[in-house]
């Protein structure tokens, strides 16, 4: 095994693209020599960071050209990578690196963990399952085992703890993604995700400044506008981007979102110097590296195009500029810019050092690469999954259980209709708990329904329904970019409705905890805060009686149940034998 994989590191090494490049030398303590000897179309490409697939791709494949052409002929600063096995993310990144003058700085969004875009990697349910258990160490973990994981496959920044206070239950992109909605409580979080990654060799992010949480647009299709004044901001938003600052996160993302307090009118943050300059670098005095939210998203680009949009965000007071709609637009906008002194001289260096300084305190100047023959050891590794699966445990949270289905659950064996839903992404949504009730001694009919399930297989979930005394419905309703709402569809919300009032029902939230309001009068109701591997066998685990429920709600869910809320449920008195520990 070693000795292949030392011949696959020999032939990334030797095959990118069949070109040596010279790399510059490892700066010192300065990184002003290299600063000096770029050109300027040089010190704007280390600013500009595309998106690229993290999927396998051959040397010639078309789609590798195009990212062999940003670091050959626009000099890119770094790569946001996206999906992709640990194998072919790695060896991907070793060869752009190899290929490269200076070394890329490399970032991702794994706010829930690696296994949000590594294949394989060690997923923990969303970051607001540690709002449930209310303990920053359970944050430091995430963070903690993100870094080690992401930094194996040659990831070094990580787009994650998302800061924002979720104080809006219709929010359609947040939702889950948050800590929780108490700002204090979320500022307590955020550090300790922070330190989590920090601790451990990967750069945090806080985003999305100064505040996403109380919004019901989604900024990928328009634009947000957040019209509470200066004093609610200071008060509530900006407290968990304070305590991430203090923590030491090195990086801030900004959002796309208007505040007419702060900007006097409906320009998005990323483009207000009010916003990126004024309040971020002069009011809370933070000196690190400012990156923007993704410039192809809605709120920015059909309003200003590719080139202006980039010119924009980097006057405003951003550093590197991520995911422009056309990375040869914005390269080309910002070199004009400067030639014709809309970008200062001066301007340019200070964020092009910025750069700079990070990938020489991260040691890429020294090394980077990344080994493939230790990837198997980290990534996805039995001791980080165990971290995942007691977190996902402790998180779940009984809001509700009126007639005591749940309770009856647990006590004894049951025949039982799970009826799953989830987007075409989750495929195998419910699959898992099936097999686990199953494993454990209840009889089990299962049934899934889509977001494109027509009448006929809500006819036939109802035929399901009907076979079964004791009915779950396990739904993964979650935030995805470019959707613009989070809900259950009207023809579930309302067969929810139905079951329960003629049967024992209980309805399991694998994502958004305010499915309550769209089936307020279901008597049990457990939130465990994912779809991941995790949730799932932590909800197993519940319905089976072989563990304890304990998690407290870290938003309140509307009317009645606040911050805090949640029915405790202790240690069931199953016999040993029964309560054999699941698979992973």
Not at 96 to 110: E, G, H, M, W, Y
Not at 155 to 163: C, E, G, L, S, T
Not at 525 to 547: D, H, N, P, Q
Request: glycine share 10%; net charge positive.
């Amino acid at each position: 095994m070693r000795a292949h994989t030392l011949l696959v590191v020999a032939l990334v090494a030797g095959c990118a693209g069949g070109v040596a490049r010279t790399t510059a030398p490892a700066p010192a303590a300065s990184v002003d020599p290299i600063l000096a000897s770029l050109s300027t179309r040089q010190k704007v490409g280390q600013l500009v960071v595309p998106w690229l697939a993290g999927s396998y791709a051959a040397f010639d494949d078309s789609a590798f050209q195009v990212a062999t052409r940003w670091v050959d002929s626009l000099q890119v600063g770094g790569i946001i990578i996206s999906v992709g096995s640990p194998f072919d993310i790695a060896a991907k990144l070793n060869a752009l690196q190899r290929r490269s003058r200076l070394p890329l700085l490399i970032s991702a969004d794994l706010e829930w963990g690696a296994a949000m875009r590594v294949v394989g990697a060690t997923g923990f349910p969303a970051i607001m399952a540690a709002g449930a258990t209310g303990d920053d160490r359970d944050a430091y973990t995430i963070g903690r085992v993100a870094a080690l994981e992401g930094r194996a496959v040659g990831i070094h920044v990580n787009f994650a703890p998302d800061a924002d206070v979720n104080n809006n239950p219709l929010n359609p992109i947040i939702n889950t993604r948050s800590f929780g909605e108490d700002p204090r409580a979320v500022a307590h979080l955020v550090r300790g995700y922070v330190r989590g990654l920090q601790d451990n060799g990967m750069l945090a992010t806080l985003k999305h400044f100064p505040g996403h949480g109380d919004t019901e647009t989604d900024s990928h299709i328009g634009l947000p506008v957040i019209r509470a004044t200066y004093g609610r901001l200071d008060t509530l938003e900006l407290i968990p981007f304070r305590a991430g600052i203090d923590a030491g996160a090195e990086i801030v993302m900004s959002s796309h979102i208007a505040f007419p307090a702060l900007t006097g009118g409906d320009d998005p943050g990323t483009l207000s110097a009010a916003v990126l300059t004024g309040l971020l670098r002069d009011s809370l005095k933070f000196r690190g590296l400012v990156v923007t939210d993704a410039l192809e998203m809605g709120a920015i680009v059909t309003k200003y195009g590719a080139g202006e949009a980039t010119v924009r965000a980097f006057l405003a007071g951003s550093d590197l500029l991520l995911i422009p709609a056309d990375a040869d637009s914005a390269v080309n906008a910002m070199v004009a810019a400067v030639a014709n002194g809309r970008i200062t001289p001066t301007r340019l260096d200070a964020s092009v050092r910025r750069v700079l300084d990070i990938k020489r305190r991260l040691g890429l100047f020294e090394r980077r690469t990344v080994p493939l023959d230790s990837i198997m050891r980290i990534v996805g590794a039995k001791a980080n999954q165990d971290l995942a699966n007691d977190i996902a445990s402790r998180a779940l949270t009984l809001v509700r259980d009126t007639a005591g289905t749940l309770a009856r659950l647990r006590a004894t064996r049951s025949r039982i209709t799970l009826v799953a839903y989830g987007d075409e992404l989750n495929s195998f949504v419910g699959q898992r708990i099936v097999e686990a009730l199953q494993k454990g001694g209840d009889t089990v009919t299962f049934f899934r329904l889509w977001p494109m399930s027509g009448p006929q297989s809500y006819d036939s979930a109802r035929a399901a329904i009907a076979r079964a005394p004791t009915v779950v419905f396990a739904a993964n309703v979650r935030p995805l970019s470019g959707r613009g709402t989070i809900a259950l569809p009207d023809s579930l919300a309302r067969l929810i409705a139905a079951t329960d009032s003629a049967k024992p029902t209980v309805l399991i939230s694998l994502g958004s905890p305010y499915l309550l309001g769209q089936a307020p009068t279901v008597k049990s109701y457990l939130i465990a805060w994912s779809g991941v591997r995790a949730a799932e066998r932590a909800v197993s685990r519940a319905l089976l009686g072989w563990a304890p429920i304990g998690g407290k709600l870290p938003i309140r869910i509307p009317p009645g149940y606040p911050v805090g809320h949640g029915i405790v449920v202790p240690d069931s008195t199953l016999p040993p034998t029964i309560s054999a520990p699941l698979p992973r």
